[in-house]
């Protein structure tokens, strides 16, 4: 029997972290990432960025990234 990991759904925020695991960048390349999307959506500098307004930015597939959101 396979082991799966167990992903997380009711997540809905995406942090530098999960940038960083998913893009293969450094943390400051993923922070600036997080705040260029923040300042393009006009956020302010402590909100949240959801993993649906990341993938629209990025053009990666939103399934395909929740699978890097794992516990």
Not at 51 to 64: I, Y
Request: aromatic share 6%.
């Amino acid at each position: 029997m396979p082991i799966m990991a167990k992903i997380d759904i009711n997540r809905i925020c995406i942090y530098s972290k999960d940038i960083e695991r998913i893009t293969g960048r450094k943390g400051r390349t993923a922070r600036k990432l997080l705040n260029e999307i923040r300042k393009k959506l006009g956020k302010a500098k402590n909100d949240f960025v959801t993993v649906t307004e990341f993938c629209d930015h990025t053009g990666l597939n939103e399934e395909e990234v929740r699978m890097f959101l794992i516990d």
